[in-house]
């Protein structure tokens, strides 16, 4: 029902879905990890399905419960043991996130010590499963190993920014940035071989209800300012098609109006070519009181001039808009010096310092 959902474009209730799903395969057996040991094909699916959602909704917690014990297990498959490590990190960092712009000394420790473990794991998986250099990146055997590293550097960096408030902290993680994009790039390399295998139709579109190359490219157009690397992970998003309840075209419409909330006082940065934005742009010349630090979603419309904010548009109706809310912080010296801030999930509503506003995107020509 989730994936009709999502086809129809209606990912919201293909959300409900799936943490309805969830919540019951958690049910049984009084939620514990036997819970989903009953049968492990089905197991793995609905885990593969709950980081799925995890990594949708930023601000929710995984709805099964973490599987993963404190120490790696290198008797699991790299995809199972991927997919273990980020469900126990995303159940951390939605916990970890309401500390994010709060005093350093109201942070627990044992939070810093669960995030240094879970970067630890992350970082050892990564170097436990590299990719063979005797082997051309685009060969087809690369495959799978590429969107689990690029899942896993996504992971990674998000994990290990979680608890600091500046947005300029990404910068410095664009090494990982740039290798997720070219493994995307070497994915869409691959096409042209897989067109060629037998089974292969080009009247399909293109959807995997699994996790893909859609989540890692959004969040590195999102966060890793590079003007020309924003908009090569932007051009690979616009042509991914579909995965779970993403979808490439519209993360790529959304990405679009965020690039130019933060580059708008660079009116001139449209006019050169891609060598001299390369060379003259760095992403420190993104200001971080111009950076966007959140945006989502709060709904779809089939008329621009529509005043409704709702997930769905009715059956048999396409929408072409979509109402886009985008947070800045205006001062964020200002609110770290604040000395009565504490733990809060909704920072954003305080609107001494953030400022919130609605964006409509186009969705479709």
């Known amino acids: ?14 959300y409900l879905h799936l943490r309805g799903a969830s919540a019951l395969m958690a049910g049984q057996g009084n939620g514990g990890s036997g819970a989903v040991s009953q ?23 995984p709805d099964l419960p973490s599987l993963y014990p404190t120490t790696p297990n290198s008797a699991l498959l790299p995809d199972r043991e991927l997919y273990r490590i980020l469900h126990a990190c995303y159940h951390f960092t939605s916990t970890a996130r309401q500390y994010k712009y709060t005093k350093s000394s109201l942070i627990p420790s044992d939070m810093l010590i669960e995030q240094g473990r879970y970067l630890g794991n992350l970082q050892q998986w990564l170097s436990c499963h590299q990719l063979d250099p005797l082997r051309a990146l685009a060969d087809l055997q690369n495959e799978q190993l590429i969107i689990l590293r690029a899942q896993c550097l996504a992971g990674l960096i998000y994990c290990a920014n979680i608890l600091q408030p500046y947005e300029t902290t990404y910068d410095k993680y664009d090494q990982e940035f740039e290798e997720i994009i070219k493994l995307a790039e070497a994915l869409f390399d691959m096409q042209p071989e897989a067109m060629n295998s037998p089974g292969y139709s080009s009247d399909l579109l293109h959807f995997a209800p699994e996790m893909g190359i859609i989540q890692p490219l959004f969040f590195t157009a999102l966060k890793y300012r590079h003007p020309f690397w924003r908009r090569k992970a932007l051009d ?68 621009q001039e529509d005043d409704r904010v709702g997930m769905g548009v009715g059956p048999g109706t396409r929408a072409k808009f979509a109402r886009v809310q985008l947070c800045k912080c205006v001062d964020l010296d200002g609110a770290l010096r604040d000395r009565n801030r504490g733990p809060r999930t909704e920072f954003w509503k305080n609107q001494e310092n953030w400022n919130t506003w609605l964006e409509t995107v186009q969705l479709y020509e």
């Not at 029902?1 to 293909?14: G, H, I, Y």
């Open 1 to 14: 029902m989730a994936f009709t959902e999502v086809l129809q474009q209606r990912s919201d209730k293909a």
């Open 236 to 303: 690979l998003l616009q042509k991914s098609g579909r995965e779970g309840p993403w979808c490439g075209a519209i993360e790529a419409a959304v990405l679009k109006v965020v690039i130019d909330a933060e580059e708008a006082t660079h009116s001139d940065l449209q006019s050169m070519d891609g060598s001299e934005k390369v060379a003259i742009y760095k992403p420190s010349g993104i200001p971080e009181n111009q950076r966007i630090h959140l945006c989502w979603i709060v709904g779809y419309v089939a008329r």
């Open 39 to 61: 049968d492990e094909g089905m197991a793995t699916l609905f885990e593969k399905l709950d980081l799925h959602t995890a990594t949708y909704v930023l601000t929710r917690s």
